[in-house]
């Protein structure tokens, strides 16, 4: 079982430049979550979906779009990108109810000069 | 806005020591509550989900959760030095929703 998988691991951008973080599970989860980890902030949501054809806004989705392609891939756009979106950005799972906690994709590293 | 605060640390034990790792929430209609470790330039890693008032016991580690008070904690005994790693404290939101503490760093020496 591969879990979550995310790509790239590691990306540099220019400002301005846009790209697509690709996220895959297969838990068969209908909930998909987007974080971006910043030091001394946290985790903190960007977007999430709740099950195939749906997504909404979390806590700092400014400057970012989403896409819930199947059940399986859930991924993120950045489509003009800014030296305040360098971060470490997680994609994560969860089975259905909220008692199971969240499984986690090993990262994207991104920085925008 | 609904918040989770966590001791940001370092937290310094001895090895074999026992760790306590604390957490308070402000929403009181929060339901599940978990415990990530992470490791240095890694994804968090689930460890403990706790969601009754109480102690719930697994190997070395222990969650307590108080509802009244608002409190979650994490014990560790025997701390070994690759426990050295930052500990998250989740819990749920609104929906599916988990909401994050900014991490407690954790370091057991040798």
């Known amino acids: 079982n591969a879990g979550v998988t995310q790509t790239p691991k590691f990306q540099v951008l220019k400002t301005g430049q846009s790209m697509t973080l690709q996220c895959a599970q297969d838990?068969?989860?209908?909930?998909m979550y987007w974080y971006r980890q910043d030091p001394g902030m946290g985790l903190r949501l960007i977007y999430y979906?709740?099950?195939?054809?749906?997504?909404d806004k979390g806590e700092v989705p400014n400057g970012y779009n989403v896409s819930r392609l199947n059940k399986r891939e859930f991924s993120l756009r950045l489509e003009s990108a800014a030296p305040s979106q360098t971060s470490v950005y997680f994609c994560?799972?969860?089975?259905?109810?909220?008692?199971?906690?969240?499984?986690f994709g090993s990262g994207t590293r991104l920085t925008v000069v | 806005q609904k918040e989770v605060e966590q001791n940001s640390g370092p937290l310094s034990v001895p090895e074999g020591a026992i760790a306590s790792l604390n957490c308070t929430y402000s929403?009181?209609?929060?339901?599940?509550f978990f415990w990530y470790r992470q490791y240095s330039g890694k994804s968090p890693e689930l460890i403990m989900s706790?969601?009754?008032?109480g102690d719930k016991e697994d190997g070395r580690f222990t969650a307590q959760l108080n509802k009244a008070s608002q409190y979650v904690s994490l014990l560790i005994r025997d701390s070994q030095p690759s426990d050295s790693a930052t500990y998250l404290c989740?819990?749920?939101?609104?929906?599916?929703?988990?909401?994050f503490g900014t991490g407690t760093q954790l370091k057991v020496e040798l």
């Open positions: 994560a799972s969860m089975k259905d109810g909220a008692n199971y906690g969240y499984t």
């Open positions: 706790i969601y009754s008032n």
């Open positions: 979906s709740a099950s195939e054809g749906t997504t």
């Open positions: 838990m068969n989860h209908n909930s």
């Open positions: 989740a819990v749920t939101g609104g929906g599916n929703k988990l909401t």
């Open positions: 929403d009181r209609g929060s339901q599940s």
